[in-house]
């Protein structure tokens, strides 16, 4: 079963940079749509950013994080990154990985409900 696994997340000065990694193993990552997602205490989950498959690889991002967040697919490492720069406060969360595997070829999705697998998430925390 596709089991997913972030890293990256720590504590990081507002201003900094933090590049938060998903993976998995025994399965390749190109057939799905991957998407990013954070959750801070008290909120719900919300969608960040997303990816969809290998062969278009098209992207979509939050408003909140438009030109500060990019997210990639890097097929050699089988790996999703989420670099995430000039980072805020109100980006401290723990931020989660997850798929579709019903995906469409040209579009992701940022709502939680369209994933079927996740990760166990990583604490980013953005604080001076």
């Known amino acids: 079963q596709l089991q997913l696994v972030e890293s990256g997340g720590g504590l990081v000065q507002p201003g900094g940079s933090l590049r938060l990694s998903c993976t998995t193993s025994?399965?390749?990552?190109?057939?799905?749509?991957i998407g990013w997602f954070r959750q801070a205490p008290g909120k719900e989950r919300e969608g960040v950013s997303c990816?969809?498959?290998?062969?278009?690889?098209?992207?979509m991002y939050a408003d909140s994080v438009k030109g500060r967040f990019t997210i990639s697919r890097d097929h050699a490492k089988n790996t999703i990154y989420l670099q995430m720069n000039s980072l805020k406060p109100e980006d401290t969360a723990v931020y989660y990985c997850?798929?579709?595997?019903?995906?469409?070829?040209?579009?992701?999705?940022?709502?939680?409900?369209?994933?079927?697998?996740w990760g166990q998430g990583t604490q980013v925390t953005v604080s001076s």
């Open positions: 025994g399965f390749t990552l190109d057939g799905y749509s």
């Open positions: 997850a798929a579709d595997v019903t995906p469409s070829p040209w579009v992701c999705s940022m709502d939680t409900g369209q994933y079927d697998r």
């Open positions: 990816i969809s498959p290998r062969l278009y690889s098209t992207t």
